[in-house]
């Protein structure tokens, strides 16, 4: 059975920093693409990073110069350090996978509960 399971998310001041993560288990995970989105209740979920199976990351133009993806195939575990947060970045953070990265979430395939992220002004 799959599972993703993010931590890390918080309430920071304006130009703090968070690292979220995101343990998976229950498929191969060093094959798949693995993706952050973010969704604002009442919104579209939107993406924020992609990191393919060759390591090669990709980045919402939103978040660009501030969040870094990374993966650790030996851990099974996705990150997002985030940088420079700002209030706009406040949202429920999901992790997810898919076999291939893709720009749109209905492509991925599997998908993590979220974690909360608070950015005050």
């Known amino acids: 059975q799959v599972h993703l399971v993010e931590s890390g998310g918080g309430s920071v001041q304006a130009g703090g920093s968070l690292r979220l993560s995101c343990a998976a288990s229950?498929?191969?995970?060093?094959?798949?693409?693995l993706g952050w989105f973010r969704q604002v209740p009442g919104y579209e979920r939107e993406r924020v990073a992609t990191?393919?199976?060759?390591?090669?990351?990709n980045y919402a133009d939103s978040v660009k110069g501030r969040f870094t993806i990374s993966r650790d195939n030996a851990k099974n575990t996705l990150y997002l350090q985030m940088n420079s947060l700002v209030p706009e970045d406040t949202s429920i953070y999901h992790c997810?996978?898919?076999?291939?990265?893709?720009?749109?979430?209905?492509?991925?395939?599997?998908w993590g509960q979220g974690t909360k992220v608070t950015v005050s002004s």
């Open positions: 229950g498929f191969t995970y060093s094959t798949y693409c």
């Open positions: 990191i393919g199976s060759d390591f090669n990351p």
């Open positions: 997810a996978a898919a076999p291939r990265c893709a720009y749109s979430p209905a492509l991925f395939t599997y």
